[in-house]
Nanobody
Framework: QVQLVESGGGSVQAGGSLRLSCTASADTYSINYMTWFRQAPGKEREGVASIYIRGRVPYYVDSLKGRFTASQDDAKNTVYLQMNSLKPEDTAMYYC?????????????????WGQGTQVTVST
């Protein structure tokens, strides 16, 4: 099955920016959705942004629309998450996921393959 590797996390001051990368071991055109999730300690894993790869269609949760942007580079088998105007509440482990089966795009249980995660810490 496909493997995913995230990178680009780190520590940043509030108001700063980071760009996360998720690289797949296979042609991303063989994947329906690649989706970013995040999870903070003690909180439920939540969807952040998603891309329908073949159609190059991004989706965002309403609460993050305008600050986060998802994009793709098919030649590199990579999706990106550009995060701007970061806030302390954005602090979390960020994961990418693929191989969605049955379920909505924001349903973590619908994804078969996950990356190892990359930590994002936003300080005041």
């Amino acid at each position: 099955q496909v493997q995913l590797v995230e990178s680009g996390g780190g520590s940043v001051q509030a108001g700063g920016s980071l760009r996360l990368s998720c690289t797949a071991s296979a042609d991303t055109y063989s994947i329906n959705y690649m989706t970013w999730f995040r999870q903070a300690p003690g909180k439920e894993r939540e969807g952040v942004a998603s891309i329908y790869i073949r159609g190059r269609v991004p989706y965002y949760v309403d609460s993050l629309k305008g600050r986060f942007t998802a994009s793709q580079d098919d030649a590199k088998n990579t999706v990106y998450l550009q995060m701007n105007s970061l806030k302390p509440e954005d602090t979390a482990m960020y994961y990418c996921a693929a191989d969605k089966t049955h379920g909505g795009r924001w349903d973590a249980a619908a994804y078969r393959v996950w990356g190892q995660g990359t930590q994002v810490t936003v300080s005041t």
